[in-house]
T-cell receptor, first 115, second 109 residues
Framework: ETGVTQTPRHLVMGMTNKKSLKCEQH?????MYWYKQSAKKPLELMFV???????ENNSVPSRFSPECPNSSHLFLHLHTLQPEDSALYLC??????????????FGAGSRLTVL | GQNIDQPTEMTATEGAIVQINCTYQ??????LFWYQQHAGEAPTFLSY??LDGLEEKGRFSSFLSRSKGYSYLLLKELQMKDSASYLC??????????WGAGTKLIIKP
């Protein structure tokens, strides 16, 4: 496979469940990102990893827990979520992080519904 | 605060031309991006502008005026497959990407 792959594409969970989103990139990129996309709102950056080190955590609630075991894989662990967390979660990667011309390659997203 | 404004929705006719505007107020500027996102799919990179002027890529062109904090994406010879959301994003002085809420473009036959 090429590009950025996210699984699962759709996830429905209760507020007491624990689940994980997975992201994999085959582009040889060094930076990986989690974004939250809600209808009619700008993309919200959640976490950034550069060379496997977390470099950004934009005041994300602790019920979201990222993990980056290597530069090709990124996880988002979910537990005790709230209905307002229902959204499309996008993973992205880029060659590096700190650059004006930093083009992101996105996955197709994981559509999360919290009941 | 930092802000990107773009219209929520636009409608255009197949074969016509449409211009999607984006205005920004950010702490510094290190470039402006346009991404295209079809429903249920990943956003994909369309263009990057860092200097003033027009960048042309086939049917799509992107314009930037840094002094006015303004950009537009111009789509010519519209096709039905151009129906998508178009996202404007600016890299600020700390290399943080600031995103607009996106413009949903509807193409009618």
């Amino acid at each position: 496979e090429t590009g950025v792959t996210q699984t699962p594409r759709h996830l429905v969970m209760g507020m007491t469940n624990k689940k994980s989103l997975k992201c994999e990139q085959h582009l040889g990129h060094n930076a990986m990102y989690w974004y939250k996309q809600s209808a009619k709102k700008p993309l919200e950056l959640m976490f950034v990893y550069n060379f496997k080190e977390q470099t950004e955590n934009n005041s994300v609630p602790s019920r979201f827990s990222p993990e980056c075991p290597n530069s090709s894989h990124l996880f988002l662990h979910l537990h005790t979520l709230q209905p307002e967390d229902s959204a499309l979660y996008l993973c992205a990667s880029s060659q590096g992080q700190l650059s004006g011309a930093n083009v992101l390659t996105f996955g197709a997203g994981s559509r999360l519904t919290v009941l | 605060g930092q802000n990107i404004d773009q219209p929520t929705e636009m409608t255009a006719t197949e074969g016509a031309i449409v211009q999607i505007n984006c205005t920004y107020q950010t702490s510094g500027f290190n470039g402006l991006f346009w991404y295209q996102q079809h429903a249920g799919e990943a956003p994909t990179f369309l263009s990057y502008n860092v200097l003033d002027g027009l960048e042309e890529k086939g049917r799509f062109s992107s314009f930037l005026s840094r002094s006015k904090g303004y950009s537009y994406l111009l789509l010519k010879e519209l096709q039905m497959k151009d129906s998508a959301s178009y996202l404007c994003a600016v890299t600020d002085s700390n290399y943080q990407l600031i995103w607009g809420a996106g413009t949903k473009l509807i193409i009618k036959p």
